[in-house]
Structure formats: structure tokens, C-alpha cells
């Protein structure tokens, strides 16, 4: 049988199974209640399950085109226009892909050429890091420390070189569910202003922001929006991660390269998928979840309250995150497994998002579950 190490060279030698296969399968083995990986456990639209089914019997079933299917790009440029009063052009400037993972690698492969640097914040979501490797960039990490988890542009700014070329960027934000501000937009604005940094902005929980804050798209800023990729994903928006359906919104010039590492990657996204999407979106309250994941917030923390865990405040996304350090000083990761294997309760170490494993006592828990789950998984936490 052959060897791998010693036939050939590993692309990413530092890197293990992902943290939610192993805690998901942890919590499984153990019957355990699981908060720790991003998906919803609650039931799907009836009617979008129906258009899907509808589209799969009306034979939407070959090859969507390289792009994405038109009516779903349009469909996007629509919402898009709705939201922001600005128009990306379903033609030259969307395409649909296979979930957001596929199309931040394909934006990564895009602008990443070997001895780049590209600057990502941690904690950040884990799979930046080794698309950046994979095209033999260099991950520069600006870490977030501390609770409220905002940007230091004047420090952020240090890590700028003549290498430099990709910011990646997410809001809202996973794992901390903070979102960028205004501010924080015309900030990467003034110094990105004049060079040839690209940025990638994952806006994949562009649709779930609380408290009536507007989402800070990267396409509200004129000079940003000419060097960014916005990646979007439908998965997301309508608690159907298992489809692995989204998008990638860049000017002209920057999608067509886009597209010749997204056709080499996969070609096209899945079809039925999309006809069925492009129609559910054409009633635009589809599209509006933030209240469903407010009320879901609001009702776990006040499950939550009389814990001995302290909430810190989510803005956005379906997560929040609960510090520990009234109830135990052990590390994150041995925390989890405490929680895990003692009392029945899965939740994410914030330290897996940080390459230096920075630890500060906080665990990610995911709300996007029924009541009942939330309920649960409470009534244990309480009791820790
Ligand atoms: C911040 C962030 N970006 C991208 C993705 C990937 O999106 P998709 O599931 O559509 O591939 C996720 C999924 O968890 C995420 O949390």
C-alpha cells in the first residue's frame, strides 16, 4: 500500500478533521444535546420542499449553466437592489455556487498566487486559513481580543505589506456574532483605498441581524465594492445546509476570473436547487428571518439567565457566545469535553478559531434550534 508521507508531499500537513465533525460525533455517540455546530434543527418551508420536488418532476434535473441559472441571478440582483439600492448585474457580475465554502475558495484561488499574504481576523471561520495555503499564500492573522471582539484599524493597518494582497472579512460574524459598523466599512475603505488589496467579504448571515442594525455590506462602499467578492449563501438563509447552494457578487472584470477557477471547480451548482430557490425568492418576505432568530436569541438567554454562564452580546448570525469563568477555569477545548462527556451538552471552543489557540474562556453555542432543544439543552447548562 502506498504511503502518502513518503510519496508525497501533504498540502496541508497541519490540518485535522474539523472540530464540528468531531464534537458532532461526540455528541451523537453520547446522546448529547448539540448547540455546536451552525445548522437549524427545525423544520424546512413546506413550500419550498414543494418547488423543489415540483422542479425535480418538471425535469430540472441536468446540468444548471456554468453561471447559475439566470431567473436565480436575477432573482438576486433584485433582492440585492431591494436592500442596498444597488444593482450587481445578474449577467456578468453573480454567480451561483455550490454553498458559500465553494465560492470563498474559488475567491481565494482567484486572487492568491503563491508567496501572497492575505490578512484574515481571528477568531475566523477554519476553512480561510487552508484555502489560502492550498494556493501557497500566507495567512497573516489579526486577532480579536478581549470580549467585545472589535477592530483596532490602526493596528489592523500594521499588518499591511507590499504581499499583500486579500483582506477576508465576515459580517455578521462566526463565531463571535459581532457585525462590522459603518465605521468599521469606511476604515478598511481609507486603507485599502489605492492599492491592489482584494477583498473577500463573507456575508453568508447577511439576512440575520438583530436589533434593528442594518447590515454593513461591502456593496455600500464604493471604493470597497470595486475590489471585493461578496459571498452569499441560500443555505443559510433558509435553514437548508444540507443543500450546499450559494453565490458570489463581483464587478465585472473580477467575475470573469472568477469564473474560470469556478468552472474548472465544479462547474455548476446544483440545478432543481436553483429553480426552485429563483421562484421561493420572488416573495421577498422569504427573505426576512431576522425576527425568527431575535425571538430564538432572546428566548435561550432568558432560558440561560439564571445560569452560571454570562452571555456576550450577538449582533448577528445564529450564534452567541457564553463565558465560562465563574464556573471553571479549565481550557476551552477540556471545558467542552466536560460539558460534553459530565452533563450532555455540546458547544464549539472560540479557541479552535484562533491559530495561536488563544483562550478566553467562552464557547460558541448555536440557537438556531426548535424550543424544545433550546429548552433542554438550558435545563442542563443551569444546573452546571
Ligand atoms: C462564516 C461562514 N462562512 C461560510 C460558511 C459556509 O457556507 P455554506 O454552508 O453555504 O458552504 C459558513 C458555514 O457555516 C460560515 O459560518
Redesign the pocket.
Known amino acids: 500500500m502506498i504511503n502518502f508521507s513518503a510519496h508525497m508531499k501533504s498540502k496541508l500537513p497541519g490540518v485535522k478533521t474539523t472540530i464540528f465533525t468531531q464534537i458532532g460525533q461526540m455528541a451523537n455517540e453520547l446522546g448529547a444535546v448539540n448547540l455546536s455546530q ?1 445548522f437549524p434543527n427545525f423544520e424546512v418551508s413546506p413550500e419550498l420542499i414543494n418547488l423543489v420536488t415540483k422542479a425535480m418532476k418538471e425535469g430540472h434535473n441536468q446540468y444548471a449553466p456554468m453561471q447559475g441559472l439566470l431567473e436565480l441571478r436575477q432573482q438576486l440582483s433584485d433582492s440585492f437592489y431591494r436592500d442596498y439600492g444597488l444593482r450587481y448585474d445578474a449577467e456578468d457580475e453573480i454567480t451561483i455556487t455550490a ?6 475558495y474559488t475567491a481565494i484561488s482567484t486572487v492568491i498566487h503563491e508567496g501572497d499574504e492575505a490578512i484574515i481576523i481571528e477568531p475566523a ?1 477554519d ?1 480561510y486559513s487552508p484555502g489560502i495555503v492550498i494556493n501557497g499564500g500566507i495567512v497573516r492573522p489579526y486577532r480579536l481580543t478581549g470580549d467585545d471582539y472589535k477592530i483596532n484599524w490602526s493596528e489592523f493597518k500594521l499588518l499591511i505589506t507590499r504581499n499583500t494582497k486579500l483582506i477576508i472579512i ?1 459580517t455578521p ?2 463565531p463571535t456574532s459581532t457585525i462590522l459598523s459603518k465605521e468599521d466599512m469606511l476604515k478598511l475603505q481609507d486603507i485599502t483605498n489605492n492599492t491592489d488589496i482584494m477583498v473577500l467579504s ?1 456575508e ?2 447577511e439576512h440575520i441581524v438583530f436589533g434593528g442594525e442594518k447590515h454593513q455590506s461591502v456593496a455600500l462602499f464604493p471604493n470597497l465594492a470595486e475590489r471585493s467578492f461578496i ?1 452569499g ?4 438563509t433558509f435553514h437548508v ?1 444540507g443543500w ?3 453565490f458570489c457578487m463581483a464587478p465585472k472584470a473580477l467575475t470573469k476570473e472568477y469564473r474560470k477557477i469556478h468552472q474548472n471547480v465544479v462547474f455548476a451548482g446544483n440545478r432543481p436547487m436553483q429553480t426552485a430557490i429563483a421562484e421561493y425568492m420572488s416573495s421577498p418576505q422569504n427573505m426576512e428571518i431576522s425576527p425568527l432568530y431575535e425571538k430564538k436569541r432572546d428566548y435561550f438567554m432568558e432560558l440561560m439567565k439564571d445560569s452560571r454562564f454570562r452571555a456576550l452580546p450577538s449582533h448577528g ?1 445564529y450564534f452567541q457566545l457564553y463565558k465560562y469563568d465563574e464556573i471553571s477555569d479549565e481550557k476551552e477545548m477540556d471545558f467542552v469535553i466536560t460539558l460534553l462527556k459530565e452533563h450532555g451538552v455540546a458547544g464549539i471552543p472560540v479557541s479552535y478559531f484562533y491559530s495561536n489557540g488563544y483562550d478566553n474562556k467562552v464557547l460558541r453555542f448555536c440557537f438556531a434550534k426548535t424550543d424544545e432543544t433550546l429548552e433542554k439543552a438550558a435545563e442542563i447548562l443551569r444546573k452546571v
Open positions: 451552525g454553498g458559500g465554502t465553494q465560492a470563498i471561520f476553512i465576515n460574524h462566526n463573507d453568508v448571515y459571498v449563501s441560500f443555505s443559510k445546509t450546499k447552494t450559494g448570525s
